[in-house]
């Protein structure tokens, strides 16, 4: 027997405003670093407000190669992402209700969207060797976003999950971002352990 397709699904005040405060978030990071990037193009010798040290160094990321990882400057795509996550949560706010296909399609996104912040973490602490401050907070941003959507898209029954997994998010859901941002903590002060300790 098939099971009924689950019904088109708002989000709680909660959800809602999470996702306009982390778009929010990923929209001032992008925004901040666009406006940066412009002032390099005008100036080389520019340094951008957040360069504090050799660790945090935002210039140094903003003039790396993986900072157009697809032929042009990385925040250029956070400013429509971000944007559109802003909407997405600013319409559940209004008591939109989107079907499976928007919510699976939205998931998809920030899936995208934490797959290649997880990338650029990795070419931050190891290939270019310098953290950028706006981009860590856009980092957490989609942290945030991607695992509550998850959850909200699985306890809608959008994805299917046992009901273990389903009861689980229903609780504890914070539990995966700050699991997720821990680890991303501990990498970052292993790996200037010496810098942060001199």
Known sequence: MRRPRPA????GRAFALLLVLTGAAGLLAAWVITLDKFRLLEDPGFTPGCS????????GVMTSDQASAFGFPNPMLG???????VCV???LLAGAAFPRWYWL???GGCLFGVGFVSWLQFESLYRINALCLWCCLAWIATILMFWYTVSFVVRHAFLPAPA???NFLAEFTWVLPLLHIAVIG???LTRWWDFWTS
């Open 52 to 59: 504090l040290n050799p660790v945090v160094s935002c210039g």
């Open 186 to 188: 501990m990498l970052i």
């Open 164 to 166: 273990g997994v389903r």
């Open 89 to 91: 949560g600013v319409s």
């Open 8 to 11: 088109p699904a708002g989000g």
């Open 105 to 107: 399609t939205f998931t």
């Open 79 to 85: 400013l429509v992402a971000y944007g559109t996550v």
